[in-house]
């Protein structure tokens, strides 16, 4: 007789968890969801009771909410446990634009306020195997539109490997920011402009820096974005990352910013000797240097060739600021692509220290061709 499993969703709202389980699990598992429990006050307790019951009854289940952070799943893996259950975690990879997109296109109470998703955005910490996990997931929506409902065959699933550095060392990482002058910065700036993005900036609510960086840079700074999201390990109470900003020094990524903000961006250029651009990057490195402490690593994601980013930041921290080695002779693209490669494979580069680094470098021989990637069925 198959054990019987618990499916743990993780996922932001409209990131395609329900479509996700009808596609994969609804003749096999049970369905548990808080949000078809909107009236009950007791939906946690509920919740664990009918995950008790199906699986005291020989039944697989799905849970089907954001599970957003180690203490929502830890309780979930302990009923699981008691009953000698399976546990999977499949996490939905969907962007915060594409479920920012995707939740507007929706209706009634399927809809959610923006302001959720920013919310759970900010909460989300990726699942590991450590926290009690048999298998663990990550599920794509490739090709399938911002705005469409997703279909069975849009989703792709990879099991992500088990090796997890074990003790790994608190870890943040700073990256470069994205050019506002240009073609994609000018589709932003553009006052007819009706795409999501563009909208959404000029919105009350505003847009995450991020997703607004990772626009104007595209596969670059999207890398470097994903990259730290993945791997990074800070110490309690800060972020991961931290975006270098033109004139507003270091900034969290899923900080919203306006339209007006990102125009005051563009008026400030980044080079040596600006006051408006240094003055306020080394206010907060120096704040960071101190909150982040002695045993955290610092690790620029961005241009080492470049005096406007190392030169400030080797002031500040000196030979705790690192670099991936493998940036060296790599232009902007084959950046982003590798780390959206090392991001995909759950392998993070090496870092060594900036101080007395070789800041230039021949030309690596480019990436491979990416193996097909390898699907897995539940």
Do not use: W
């Not at 939906?43 to 995950?51: T, Y």
């Not at 399938?144 to 099991?159: C, K, T």
């Not at 607004?212 to 990074?232: E, M």
């Not at 250029?269 to 960071?288: F, Q, V």
């Amino acid at each position: 007789m198959a054990r019987v499993e618990l499916v743990i969703l993780v996922g932001l709202p409209a990131s395609g968890k329900t479509s996700f389980y009808r596609a994969r699990f609804e003749p096999t598992h049970v369905h548990v969801s808080k949000d078809l429990m909107r009236n009950r006050r007791d939906r946690q307790a509920l919740q664990l009771a009918l995950i008790d019951e199906a699986l005291a009854a020989g039944r697989s289940v799905v849970v089907d909410n954001l599970n957003a952070t180690i203490a929502d799943r830890a309780a979930l893996i302990a009923v699981a446990r008691r009953r000698g259950a399976a546990v999977a975690g499949y996490v939905l990879d969907s962007s915060r634009q594409e479920c920012l997109a995707r939740n507007s296109a929706r209706t009634g109470r399927e809809r959610v306020p923006a302001v959720a998703v920013h919310t759970a955005a900010k909460r989300m910490q990726r699942p590991a195997y450590e926290e009690g996990f048999d298998q663990l997931y990550r599920v794509d929506s490739a090709g399938a539109g911002a705005i469409q409902p997703l279909r069975a065959d849009d989703f792709r699933v990879v099991e992500l490997p088990a090796e997890e550095p074990p003790h790994a060392v608190e870890t943040i990482f700073l990256l470069s920011p994205a050019s506002t002058s240009g073609q994609r910065a000018a589709q932003l700036f553009n006052s007819g402009a009706t795409f999501a993005l563009a909208r959404q900036i000029r919105s009350a609510e505003g847009a995450p820096l991020g997703d607004v960086f990772s626009f104007l840079s595209s596969l670059y700074f999207r890398g470097k974005l994903t990259y730290a999201q993945t791997f990074a390990r800070p110490p309690a109470g800060l972020c991961g990352a931290f975006v270098i900003t033109p004139g507003e020094g270091l900034r969290d990524p899923a900080e919203p910013i306006s339209l007006t903000r990102l125009e005051r961006y563009a008026r400030v250029p980044i080079k040596p000797g600006e006051r408006r651009y240094l003055t306020p990057l080394l206010r907060d490195a120096s704040a960071l240097a101190m909150l982040a402490g002695e045993p955290c690593r610092i690790v620029l994601l961005g241009s080492i060739a470049s005096a406007r980013y190392v030169e400030p930041l080797l002031e500040v921290f000196g030979d705790r600021l690192l670099y991936p080695p493998a940036f060296i002779g790599r232009g902007d693209m084959s950046r982003g692509g590798l780390l959206l490669r090392c991001t995909y494979d759950r392998q993070e580069l090496d870092y060594a220290p900036l101080t007395n680094a070789v800041r230039h470098g021949p030309r690596p021989p480019r990436l491979p061709k990416r193996r097909p990637l390898r699907s897995v069925d539940p």
